[in-house]
């Protein structure tokens, strides 16, 4: 991992999120898919096989320092898109007070993604609810398994082309 000098304590106050970007897309250009910054909020979409060395380089960093996972969410484009599923990790430093949104893309087909909870431990449960209503599949995970819906649940409840009443037992007819 390439080093980046740490700053002075009067240039990370002012480091925006735009800056990151340009640093994160200068140290490792081979990460990203797309940059996207509109309404404030500065976006990356990181290829799947890079989502774990990604966030480690984001928490390390000391001019970075995204030491908390605010959250990990699914999203389901729609069974008409391609890639029908976004994975997103909402980043936060305590210490400099930045954020910034990762975003992994995963096809229909294959719906896997490297746990990232060897990062941030709070990781594991985001990840079982992204997991339980979207059916995303997070390889490594030590305890995937659902943790909203009841065991027998069958299916997904938050994607798209899930019945709006259900499926039998739970139906609410």
């Not at 000098?5 to 990460?31: C, G, N, V």
């Not at 995963?106 to 941030?120: A, F, I, K, R």
Request: charged share 30%; glycine share 4%; aromatic share 10%.
């Amino acid at each position: 991992m390439a080093k980046i000098e740490a700053e002075p304590e009067d240039a990370r106050e002012t480091k925006t999120p735009s800056l990151i970007a340009a640093a994160f897309q200068r140290e490792h250009p081979e990460w990203i898919r797309e940059l996207v910054e509109a309404l404030g909020e500065t976006t990356i979409t990181v290829e799947r096989e890079h989502i774990v060395a990604a966030c480690e380089f984001l928490k390390q960093t000391p001019s970075f320092e995204f030491n908390f996972l605010a959250d990990v969410c699914g999203c389901d484009r729609g069974p008409e898109e391609e890639p029908r599923f976004e994975v997103n990790y909402h980043l936060f430093s305590i210490t400099l007070h930045h954020r910034l949104r990762l975003k992994v893309l995963l096809n229909e087909d294959d719906v896997h993604v490297p746990t990232v909870s060897g990062v941030w431990r709070t990781a594991n449960w985001h990840e079982r609810e992204t997991y339980d209503l979207f059916g995303v599949i997070f390889d490594g995970h030590t305890d995937l398994r659902r943790i909203l819906l009841p065991d027998d649940w069958q299916g997904y409840a938050l994607r798209k082309d899930f019945p709006l009443r259900g499926y039998e037992p739970y139906s609410l007819k």
